[in-house]
């Protein structure tokens, strides 16, 4: 399967965000109307209010069972990591060119393991928005819920790759496209008919796209889908921590599953202990059905009404661990969208949360988070050599 991971070079090459990508004054917004497709070959157009563009529906010669959907919202971008760890961004000799954003990685997990999945949200309609498209259809999600801005870039993000394989982030998004999708370019009728619909918290930073957000959710709401919320805290992105705190706390309870790091317990709860459970007790809110609290290779901690436990992880060599939490979320949504009595039985539950472990732990082991997300075999028999 092509994945289209690339390395690239730069050498002596001054990159700023005004040469990646075009900005018009406001003096020039307006309206446009988005065309048929085009060809690759895409002239720039003013950033103004831009209606999106939809792909025809083509998702692949596979068929799945659509009663199992998990639709992930949100940011689809290309993700540059260093081809050589432990060095800064400034240092790096080369950069491998893979697909990302957490909604994305999470919707491509998914559908690596058997499960059925969709994607909502926009990218440029440029060579990395088509490419990102691309690659959702290879791996068999549906995109009916993309959009193309003809007025902003795809986002990129460059990774830096510390020793221990953990990340640090530069973003350009200036704004991207990711960011400008309008409530009215939302595919409601996906979005209804999910059993699981999954989100972050970028896409809650700035307008149009937060509204479009928090239309998208009240919808799968009012429907009785499961929503699933992973805060991918990305304290760059938003304009003050005090702002990020807030932002993503205001949908904290409208979530039915919440899926946490211990960093972002402690900078929810203002320093607290996330290793104290009491702690971790407070952002437990009275219609929550699962809190889910990932701890690296250690593993994850559960946490529901009626009972609270951990499951280890796997043990591996951590190359890059891009994607690692996606991939987490990935394998527990793919087992719940098929079983939701889980959520009520523990051992089920503890199964499930084995899986979501393997899926994490095993995406440690590639550079990139796409390009490393497994499959179902791969997981199982990763699992049967753990107890072998």
Same mark, same amino acid.
């Given at each position: 399967?092509?994945?289209?991971?690339?390395?690239?070079?730069?050498?002596?090459? #001054?990159?700023?965000?005004?040469?990646?990508?075009?900005?018009?004054?406001?003096?020039?917004?307006?309206?446009?109307?988005?065309?048929?497709?085009?060809?690759?070959?895409?002239?720039?157009?003013?950033?103004?209010?831009?209606?999106?563009?939809?792909?025809? #529906?083509?998702?692949?010669?596979?068929?799945?069972?659509?009663?199992?959907?998990?639709?992930?919202?949100?940011?689809?971008?290309?993700?540059?990591?260093?081809?050589?760890?432990?060095?800064?961004?400034?240092?790096?000799?080369?950069?491998?060119?893979?697909?990302?954003?957490?909604?994305?990685?999470?919707?491509?997990?998914?559908?690596?393991?058997?499960?059925?999945?969709?994607?909502?949200?926009?990218?440029?309609?440029?060579?990395?928005?088509?490419?990102?498209? *691309?690659?959702?259809?290879?791996?068999?999600?549906?995109?009916?819920?993309?959009?193309?801005?003809?007025?902003?870039?795809?986002?990129? /993000?460059?990774?830096?790759?510390?020793?221990?394989?953990?990340?640090?982030?530069?973003?350009?998004?200036?704004?991207? /496209?990711?960011?400008?999708?309008?409530?009215?370019?939302?595919?409601? *009728?996906?979005?209804?008919?999910?059993?699981?619909?999954?989100?972050?918290?970028?896409?809650?930073?700035? *307008?149009?796209?937060?509204?479009?957000?928090?239309?998208?959710?009240? /919808?799968?709401?009012?429907?009785?889908?499961?929503?699933?919320?992973?805060?991918?805290?990305?304290?760059?992105?938003?304009?003050?921590?005090?702002?990020?705190? *807030?932002?993503?706390? #205001?949908?904290?309870?409208?979530?039915?599953?919440?899926?946490?790091?211990?960093?972002?317990?402690?900078?929810?709860?203002?320093?607290?202990?996330?290793?104290?459970?009491?702690?971790?007790?407070?952002?437990?809110?009275?219609?929550?059905?699962?809190?889910?609290?990932?701890?690296?290779?250690?593993?994850?901690?559960?946490?529901?009404?009626?009972?609270?436990?951990?499951?280890?992880?796997?043990?591996?060599?951590?190359?890059?661990?891009?994607?690692?939490?996606?991939?987490?979320?990935?394998?527990?949504?793919?087992?719940?969208?098929?079983?939701?009595?889980?959520?009520?039985?523990?051992?089920?539950?503890?199964?499930?949360?084995?899986?979501?472990?393997?899926?994490?732990?095993?995406?440690?082991?590639?550079?990139?988070?796409?390009? /490393?997300?497994?499959?179902?075999?791969?997981?199982?028999?990763?699992?049967?050599?753990?107890?072998?």
């Amino acid at each position: 399967m092509a994945l289209h991971a690339t390395a690239f070079c730069f050498s002596g090459v #001054s990159t700023s965000r005004s040469s990646l990508f075009s900005v018009f004054p406001a003096s020039r917004r307006c309206t446009v109307k988005a065309t048929a497709f085009p060809s690759p070959s895409l002239p720039i157009f003013h950033r103004c209010k831009l209606q999106g563009r939809a792909l025809p #529906s083509d998702n692949g010669p596979l068929e799945k069972d659509e009663t199992s959907l998990v639709v992930c919202f949100g940011e689809m971008l290309i993700d540059f990591v260093p081809t050589t760890s432990g060095l800064s961004l400034a240092e790096a000799p080369a950069f491998k060119k893979a697909p990302g954003g957490a909604p994305a990685n999470v919707a491509v997990g998914i559908s690596r393991l058997g499960g059925s999945s969709a994607f909502v949200g926009k990218v440029g309609e440029d060579e990395f928005g088509y490419m990102l498209a *691309e690659i959702l259809k290879e791996n068999n999600v549906n995109s009916d819920g993309m959009r193309f801005d003809p007025g902003a870039r795809t986002a990129l /993000a460059f990774v830096t790759l510390r020793k221990d394989g953990e990340r640090e982030f530069m973003f350009y998004r200036n704004p991207s /496209a990711d960011m400008l999708l309008q409530e009215d370019e939302l595919d409601l *009728e996906l979005i209804r008919k999910a059993k699981v619909f999954h989100y972050g918290s970028i896409s809650l930073i700035t *307008e149009p796209c937060k509204s479009a957000h928090i239309a998208a959710a009240r /919808a799968a709401k009012d429907a009785g889908v499961i929503l699933s919320y992973d805060p991918n805290l990305r304290l760059p992105l938003w304009p003050s921590a005090e702002s990020a705190r *807030e932002g993503i706390l #205001s949908i904290w309870e409208t979530a039915d599953i919440i899926k946490i790091s211990e960093e972002e317990i402690s900078f929810l709860t203002q320093g607290e202990d996330p290793y104290d459970d009491n702690v971790v007790r407070k952002l437990y809110h009275p219609n929550l059905k699962l809190l889910l609290v990932t701890e690296g290779s250690e593993g994850c901690r559960y946490y529901t009404k009626d009972f609270s436990g951990r499951v280890k992880g796997l043990k591996v060599d951590a190359v890059d661990t891009t994607g690692a939490g996606d991939a987490f979320v990935a394998g527990i949504l793919s087992q719940l969208a098929s079983d939701v009595s889980l959520l009520q039985d523990e051992g089920k539950l503890r199964d499930a949360l084995r899986f979501a472990n393997a899926c994490g732990a095993l995406t440690v082991m590639e550079r990139g988070a796409i390009p /490393a997300l497994p499959t179902k075999e791969v997981v199982l028999n990763a699992l049967l050599k753990s107890v072998a």
